[in-house]
């Protein structure tokens, strides 16, 4: 009985790692993703929220057309750009995530893929277009390393 359980547990999905370290692979032969801008926490901030949003989400879209990768609205493959900012009086601190999501109508959504890191810029170079050409980047460091061919 014992065994019966552990082979259970190793073999169930719910148990299943849907975000391991290196899932790059899961990039592999994909071009076309549904692309969202969003910003979690905007704290402090002198730039309309919103603005900035819409603008980084086409800046974003733009930067991934440039390495192959088009925007395909409602698609299964969902890419997330977070945003979260503060400022001070010269300066601004952030932090972006880049998440590869599986989306499933009738299902869970999967995590397939996050890469993330934070910085400073000063207020005069927290652009939008700044913004999301580092989220775009760290997807097209992960993604040309499995469609290299592709692209």
């Known amino acids: 009985m014992l065994f019966a359980l552990a082979t259970f547990m190793i073999t169930s999905p719910v148990h299943a790692q849907v975000f391991p370290p290196g899932n790059g692979i899961s990039l592999s032969g994909k071009s076309r993703f549904d692309q969202y801008v969003e910003i979690r926490d905007w704290q402090d901030m002198e730039v309309a929220q919103g603005d900035f949003r819409l603008n980084a989400q086409r800046a974003f879209e733009s930067a991934l057309e440039t390495i192959g990768v088009r925007r ?28 590869y999501w599986e989306k499933h109508s009738t299902d869970v959504h999967v995590l397939q893929w996050k890469s993330d890191g934070m910085n400073f810029l000063a207020k005069p170079a927290f652009q939008p277009a700044t913004v999301a050409e580092q989220c775009a980047d760290y997807f097209s460091q992960e993604w040309l390393k499995w469609n290299m061919s592709d692209s």
């Open 72 to 99: 395909q609205p409602s698609s299964v493959d969902y890419l997330v750009c977070s945003i979260q900012a503060i400022s001070d009086d010269n300066q601004v601190a952030y932090a972006l995530a880049l998440e």
